[in-house]
């Protein structure tokens, strides 16, 4: 039996990083893939069986080549989740299209990218998963996370439209949908929350933390990732797994 191959983006950190922690864990062999080849390779060097492969996943050239090199490496390829992303926390009106791109070109163009070069490589490995990384701010409207919201949104219809199309070839895809977690997407916009909302320093931690009964961890998202990936559960496609504490659960 060989190990089960995985592929996430975004990895050098944050919760790619705990993703690709918990799935080797669990006895996958990983692709670690980010921006910078020397993070990639740092942090593949501290996983018992994993590769760093440096990919933007914005450019199709890229992602093509990722999965290519991915599957010349291992020789299959069982699971993608396409968890790369940035964040941008500004109002509509203060938002030119140069930037709403760039969220965009990452959130979700990279995601499709990850999907369109991924499936057919899981496929001719015989079936497997794809777990995107979706978000409430694409459940529910949200003040000052337009483009990353919309994204979003679209990365669950996206996920199942994927699910359909690959359920008849032994390819499940599922989205995880996390609320707030303290990472650096988030702590390092957390003062645009709070200039923009009004709210002192500290005020937007503790708005979500009432709100979530905490902050969510890395290791969450990376739990219910493992969760959606494992072959025991076959009938799950198309499915979004929220996790938030409740914050999206009632008005109050
Ligand atoms: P993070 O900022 O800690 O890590 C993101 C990683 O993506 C970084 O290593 C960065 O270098 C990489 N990245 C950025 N642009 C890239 C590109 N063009 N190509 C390849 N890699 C790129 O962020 P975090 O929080 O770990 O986010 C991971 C995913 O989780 C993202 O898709 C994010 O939208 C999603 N998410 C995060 C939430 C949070 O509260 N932190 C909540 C819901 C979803």
């Given at each position: 039996?060989?190990?089960?191959?995985?592929?996430?983006?975004g990895?050098?950190k944050g919760i790619g990083?705990?993703?690709?922690?918990?799935?080797?864990?669990?006895?996958?062999?990983?692709?670690?893939?980010?921006?910078?080849?020397?993070?990639?390779?740092?942090?593949?060097?501290?996983?018992?069986?994993?590769?760093?492969?440096?990919?933007?996943?914005?450019?199709?050239?890229?992602?093509?080549?990722?999965?290519?090199?991915?599957?010349?490496?291992?020789?299959?390829?069982?699971?993608?989740?396409?968890n790369a992303g940035i964040g941008l926390v500004?109002?509509?009106?203060?938002?030119?299209?140069?930037?709403?791109?760039?969220v965009?070109?990452v959130n979700?163009?990279?995601?499709?990218?990850?999907?369109?070069?991924?499936?057919?490589?899981?496929?001719?490995?015989?079936?497997?998963?794809?777990?995107?990384i979706?978000s409430?701010t694409?459940?529910?409207?949200?003040?000052?996370v337009?483009?990353y919201?919309?994204?979003?949104?679209?990365?669950?219809?996206?996920?199942?439209?994927?699910?359909?199309?690959?359920?008849?070839?032994?390819?499940?895809?599922?989205?995880?949908?996390p609320?707030f977690i303290g990472t650096d997407l988030v702590t390092h916009t957390a003062?645009d929350?709070?200039?923009?909302?009004?709210?002192?320093?500290?005020?937007?931690?503790?708005?979500?933390?009432?709100?979530?009964?905490?902050?969510g961890?890395t290791?969450?998202?990376?739990?219910?990732?493992?969760?959606?990936?494992?072959?025991?559960?076959?009938?799950?496609?198309?499915?979004?797994?929220?996790?938030?504490?409740?914050?999206?659960?009632?008005?109050?």
């Amino acid at each position: 039996m060989t190990n089960p191959v995985a592929i996430v983006t975004g990895s050098a950190k944050g919760i790619g990083l705990s993703i690709a922690q918990e799935l080797s864990s669990r006895g996958y062999s990983l692709v670690i893939s980010d921006l910078d080849a020397a993070d990639c390779a740092r942090v593949a060097a501290t996983l018992p069986s994993a590769v760093g492969i440096a990919c933007d996943v914005r450019d199709e050239g890229q992602v093509k080549a990722l999965i290519e090199h991915a599957v010349d490496h291992y020789g299959h390829l069982d699971l993608m989740v396409p968890n790369a992303g940035i964040g941008l926390v500004a109002p509509i009106l203060e938002t030119d299209l140069s930037a709403w791109r760039s969220v965009t070109s990452v959130n979700l163009d990279g995601v499709f990218l990850s999907i369109r070069y991924a499936a057919p490589a899981i496929i001719a490995s015989g079936g497997g998963a794809i777990v995107t990384i979706a978000s409430v701010t694409g459940t529910t409207g949200s003040p000052l996370v337009a483009s990353y919201g919309a994204a979003k949104a679209a990365v669950i219809n996206l996920t199942k439209t994927a699910a359909i199309e690959m359920r008849d070839h032994g390819l499940r895809v599922n989205a995880v949908v996390p609320g707030f977690i303290g990472t650096d997407l988030v702590t390092h916009t957390a003062s645009d929350f709070e200039r923009h909302l009004g709210l002192s320093e500290g005020g937007f931690a503790s708005v979500i933390s009432a709100k979530q009964g905490r902050f969510g961890t890395t290791e969450d998202i990376a739990r219910a990732v493992a969760f959606l990936a494992d072959p025991s559960q076959s009938w799950v496609t198309g499915s979004t797994l929220t996790l938030d504490g409740g914050l999206t659960a009632g008005l109050i």
